[in-house]
Nanobody, 120 residues
Framework: VQLQAFGGGLVQAGGSLRLSCAASGRTFSPAAMGWFRRAAGKERQFVAAISWSTGTAYYTDSVKGRFTISKDNAKNSVYLQMNSLKVEDTADYYC??????????????WGQGTLVTVSS
């Protein structure tokens, strides 16, 4: 399974970006897909995940109310709509998928990072 993420860029604080991630490869039926991020000099942080079967979403506290995760099963894709962006949201964002886990412990498949830079 290959995950390809895109949609990062430079945005001013308060602005919006939408990240996309598409999965390809063998038959894809994960338990969940999600997003993590890693800011410079910091450890990887869970951002959001969505159950592939039910659509239940799970967010880290710092993005609740600002970020929305969604999916398109037919396109094997997951999206992250990021609104009201803050400087502290600046990071490389990674798409993830897992056949068994849902949430911060997802660790089976990873996409390449897409850089989000929020300027003040």
């Amino acid at each position: 399974v290959q995950l390809q993420a895109f949609g990062g860029g430079l945005v001013q604080a308060g602005g919006s970006l939408r990240l996309s991630c598409a999965a390809s490869g063998r038959t894809f039926s994960p338990a969940a897909m999600g997003w993590f991020r890693r800011a410079a000099g910091k450890e990887r942080q869970f951002v959001a995940a969505i159950s592939w079967s039910t659509g239940t979403a799970y967010y880290t506290d710092s993005v609740k109310g600002r970020f929305t995760i969604s999916k398109d099963n037919a396109k094997n894709s997951v999206y992250l709509q990021m609104n009201s962006l803050k400087v502290e949201d600046t990071a490389d964002y990674y798409c993830a998928a897992d056949s068994f886990r849902f949430g911060p412990t997802m660790d089976q498949y990873w996409g390449q990072g897409t850089l989000v830079t929020v300027s003040s």
